[in-house]
């Protein structure tokens, strides 16, 4: 699958028709890939979208058709728009994560990558985690321009588990 293929499947739904036309003032502003390499029913895809009228946020799930979820968030901060025309395969940003652990001596299996299409510093990049066998996990960015991992760090999951008591 590719991105495109869910903006198409966006673009030609009654559910996001009806959309705008209630909320003209919506924009995208991110999107949520979740590609499960041991579960594929698990890959899930949504694109989000802010109002500037009413400062809400909305996410279009797209695993079984497209469905309109409003979110709620208490976050204030009203955040950047992304254009929707990016062309790039789930398939390549496996092969990005895996080349990207080859790269950096991560001998774990990639399980799952999750994944949030944002605009960082002005680019439009893919930020997120993905979870290795073993509990690893590794924070990834991969830049859209270059369509190459800018970011990569190893960390186990027990370095983000604090232990506590005695």
């Known amino acids: 699958m590719n991105f495109q293929f869910y903006v198409e499947k966006l673009n030609h739904s009654d559910e996001y028709k009806n959309f705008l036309e209630s909320h003209k ?9 979740i590609i499960d390499l041991e579960n594929p029913t698990g890959n899930k895809f949504h694109i ?3 109002d500037k009228l009413d400062s ?3 996410s ?6 497209v469905v309109l979820v409003p979110l709620d968030t208490v976050d204030t901060r009203v955040p950047s728009e992304i254009p929707l025309n990016h062309d790039f395969d789930f398939e390549e940003i496996k092969d990005m994560v895996i080349n990207a652990m080859d790269n950096y001596g991560v ?3 990639l399980q799952k990558i999750i994944l949030s299409l944002q605009n960082k510093d002005g680019e439009n990049c ?3 985690t993905a979870f290795l066998s073993m509990l690893g996990l590794a924070k990834i960015s ?3 321009k270059d369509k190459k991992v800018t970011e990569f760090e190893k960390r186990s999951f027990f370095d983000i588990m604090k232990p506590t008591g005695k």
Do not use: H, R
Request: hydrophobic share 40%; net charge negative.
């Open 56 to 58: 809400k946020f909305y």
């Open 25 to 33: 003032d919506s924009y995208p502003c991110s999107a949520f890939i």
């Open 142 to 144: 991969i830049s859209l």
């Open 60 to 65: 279009f799930e797209m695993e079984n058709g």
């Open 107 to 109: 001998t774990n299996t």
């Open 48 to 50: 989000d979208f802010f």
């Open 126 to 128: 893919l930020v997120g």
